[in-house]
Each structure stands twice: as C-alpha cells, then as structure tokens.
Antibody, heavy 117, light 105 residues
C-alpha cells in the first residue's frame, strides 16, 4: 500500500523555523520526484516546492523562495521541507505528493502549520 | 504564471444526472492538465491527467477533455459520494491550480 505521512506541523511564532517530514512507503521513492503543496484551510491549493529523484534539482514558488528548503534522503524514504522566517501567510495544511514536473499522485494526509503570535 | 479559471464556482446537481466542470487557462498548456477531487478533511485525489487519461482506479463515470486553453471534467450518473471540490492543475509551465468548483449532489 502506498503511504505518504507528513509530520512536524505545529503552532509557531512569526519569524520562527520548522521542519516538515514526509515518510514514504509502498513505492520506489528514489525513482520519483516529489513536491510539497499547501492549502490555507477552506481555500485553494498552491504548489510550494519540488525536488527531482536524486535531489540535484529543486524549485520553489516565488512566495517561499529564499525562506524554504526542500531536501530528501532516499536511504530513509523521506522528504523534508525546512521552513525559515515563517510568516502568518504561511499558515496552511502542507501536503507532500509524488510528482515534480507533472501531476501529483498520491498525496499524504497533510500536516497543519499555524504561524501566529 | 499561467492562471487557471474554473467555472462554475459551485454547482448543485441531482443524483443520476451529469455534471460538466470547466477549466480555462490563460495561455495554452497543450494537454498538460490534471483534475483532482477533494472531499472535506481529505487530501486531493488525482482523477485525470494529460487532460483525458483516467488515473488508476478511477471510475469510468469521470472523463476529461479539451486541449490548449479549454478543458472539461464530466461526471456522469452522479452519486452522493461525488460531492466534493474539484480542482484543475496545469504542469506545462511550473504548476498552478484553479480555484476549485464545489459540486453538491
């Protein structure tokens, strides 16, 4: 069974840092690009960042460029999102999903990041 | 940035009927378009990719069409379980999503 499980979301003060983790099982993780997509509760979807299969190509939405860093550890079947200089507008559910350069499938269940003082 | 505009914003349809959802792109994405279904409290689920190819395990009641800037998602024989928000996404130039269509059965 394919599973993507995100963790690390919590309430954090503006300016703070947070690291999200996505643990993957059920498919060959090191064959595929991966992405993070976020969703403000009750709102639409926004692609945040993506990484290719071996980590040597990454990309970011303009809204997070310079503040967020995506990485992966293929030995641990894990995807990461380091989030620095967090802002209230970064408050959202963060989903990891398989895919970078195409559609996203499947998705994890999401982890909620709340940036608030 | 390629902007995707979905219409209508919301739609209420009776069980057994057919719903047609639209997605318009601000510039051609050829056929680099996907559709997702999202139910309350759940992650999005891929329905269609490459504009018209059903994802694994997706019912034949779901069909996608179009190319260039105009796309449709058609859902036939509607069931209560189809109530959800539906999003289109382009992957021709980076990745952007439409604002969603809320479908109520």
């Amino acid at each position: 069974e394919v599973q993507l499980v995100e963790s690390g979301g919590r309430v954090i003060r503006p300016g703070g840092s947070l690291r999200l983790t996505c643990a993957v099982s059920g498919f060959s993780f090191n064959d595929d690009g991966m992405s993070w997509v976020r969703q403000v509760p009750g709102k639409g979807l926004e692609w945040v960042s993506g990484i290719n299969w071996n980590g040597d190509r990454t990309a970011y939405a303009d809204s997070v460029k310079g503040r967020f860093t995506i990485s992966r550890d293929n030995a641990k079947n894990s995807l990461y999102l380091q989030m620095d200089s967090l802002r209230p507008e970064d408050t959202a559910f963060y989903y990891c999903a398989r895919g970078f350069g195409k559609w996203f499938d499947p998705w994890g269940q999401g982890t909620l990041v709340t940036v608030s003082s | 940035e390629i902007v995707l505009t979905q219409s209508p914003a919301s739609l209420s349809v009776s069980p057994g009927e057919t719903a047609t959802l639209s997605c318009r792109a601000s510039q051609s994405v050829i056929k680099s378009l996907a559709w997702y279904q999202q139910k309350p409290g759940q992650a999005p689920r891929l329905l269609i990719y490459s504009a018209s190819t059903r994802a694994t395990g997706i019912s034949t009641r779901f069909s996608g069409g179009g190319s260039g800037t105009e796309f449709t998602l058609t859902i036939s024989s509607l069931q209560s379980e189809d109530s959800a928000v539906y999003y289109c996404q382009q992957y021709s130039v980076w990745f952007t999503f439409g604002q969603g269509t809320k479908l109520e059965i």
